[in-house]
């Protein structure tokens, strides 16, 4: 089976997420690659449920047949990607180079996801007796708002929709991201809201008659770049993800030069590591705030909240993996990175959850996107190895 072949074809595919822009075009959201995936899936007599998350965009699960035992596995991978503006390679027109293959997608992660796929068919041809117990999910929308993964986990909860291949809790669930083979076992979540301060407008050659809302933020950025810099005195921090951080990121008010403005807007950045409560993050905030500033300020509810990956309950599993990758790729290790994935929300419905996949991090969303051809190939081994050797 064609690993390289698989990639090649999911790159030409564009299933770009929109992450806010408009949506101008079919090479946006993942509509026409899950028809791909499906065609593909079904087309090596494997059946598949699909989900509508939201218009155009579908979640794919799929099963292996006649298969009764009790550790179940699920695989997971994204369909969607970034954008690619200023993207210095054809986005969609796979290009191999030596060791490396290029395209939007290749390292993050439709790279993981072929290797999946191709590890999943696989495993179909094992007989019967001793074909492993695994599910397959292809969940859109990881890079926004993660409309797939939670979909399919609110599925596991009362009022939840019925996943007909997969109606119950999986015992374990491995993520494709690029981690070089290694097992990612924690990460940083993240909390991301607005503060707003209010002012009284007025002409500017008279400011003594209203209230400049921008002088009221700047005090608020001077005692929130305070908070930043306590933040890692308040907590411990993680072994493996260092400590809590908060930066202000945006600004926006005012409206002339000659108006006093009576209005200005920050967007907040909370990352938030392995053991903190994410609903604690935002009034936490306020109270250090409010014992700062004398003036009203307003405080909206995050627009994101990503929560965090602890290595509390995957560590067995993390060891198995690794275990897997050995004899194929050496001795790799177990990590926490920076950034966030679909493991925290498995982990959050009370499943361990594991991320390994081919390819490195660092080329991942880039201008020149690419991942290695011998990372993705050894994919392929890792995720049929350990199948196996889960379920048995
Ligand atoms: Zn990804």
Redesign the pocket.
């Known amino acids: 089976m064609d690993v390289v072949g698989l990639l090649k074809d999911l790159i030409a595919i564009p299933s770009i997420n929109p992450m806010g822009r408009a949506v101008t075009g079919p090479e946006f959201l993942e509509t026409r690659l899950t028809s791909f995936l499906l065609d593909y899936l079904r087309g090596h007599g494997l059946e598949c449920e699909t989900h509508d998350v939201a218009p155009g965009r579908t979640n794919i699960v799929s099963r292996l047949p006649e298969v009764s035992h009790p550790i179940t596995v699920l695989l997971d991978a994204?369909q969607d990607t970034v954008p690619v503006e200023g993207m210095t390679i054809p986005p969609f027109r796979p290009d191999v180079s030596g060791d490396q293959l290029f395209g939007r997608g290749s390292c993050?992660?439709k790279g993981g996801m072929a290797a999946m796929i191709t590890a999943f068919r696989q495993l179909a041809q094992v007989p019967a007796t001793h074909r492993p117990n695994v599910v397959l999910t292809l969940t859109v929308d990881?890079?926004a708002t993660s409309l797939g993964v939670n979909h399919l986990t609110g599925s596991w909860v009362e009022g939840g929709t019925t996943y007909r291949l997969l109606p119950t809790r999986p015992t374990v669930a491995i993520v494709a991201?690029p981690t070089m083979l290694n097992a990612v076992v924690a990460h940083r979540g993240a909390t991301r809201w607005r503060i707003s301060t209010a002012g009284r407008a007025c002409h500017s050659s008279r400011p003594q008659d209203g209230v400049n809302a921008i002088y009221r933020m700047a005090k608020l950025i001077s005692a929130l770049e305070e908070y930043a810099q306590l933040l890692p005195t308040l907590r411990p921090a993680h072994h493996l993800c260092g400590t809590s951080t908060l930066s202000v990121g945006l600004v926006t008010g005012g409206s002339s030069v000659n108006v006093v403005p009576d209005g200005c807007v920050i967007d907040i950045d909370r990352r938030v590591i392995p053991g903190e409560d994410c609903n604690q993050v935002v009034p936490d905030v306020v109270a250090f705030l409010k014992g700062k500033v004398d003036f009203p300020f307003t405080c909206e509810a995050p627009f994101l909240s990503s929560p965090p990956l602890s290595d509390a309950i995957n560590g067995d599993w993390a060891d198995r993996l690794l275990e897997a990758v050995l004899p194929i790729d050496g001795q790799k290790q177990k990590m926490g990175v920076a950034y966030g994935t679909h493991a925290s929300r498995f982990e959050q419905a009370g499943i361990p959850a594991v991320v390994i996949g081919p390819g490195d991090i660092a080329q991942?969303h880039t201008k020149d996107e690419f991942i290695s051809i011998d990372q993705l190939q050894k994919a392929v081994d890792v995720y049929r190895t350990f199948c196996l050797s889960a379920t048995h």
Do not use: N
């Open positions: 994204h993050d992660v990881e890079e991201e991942a």
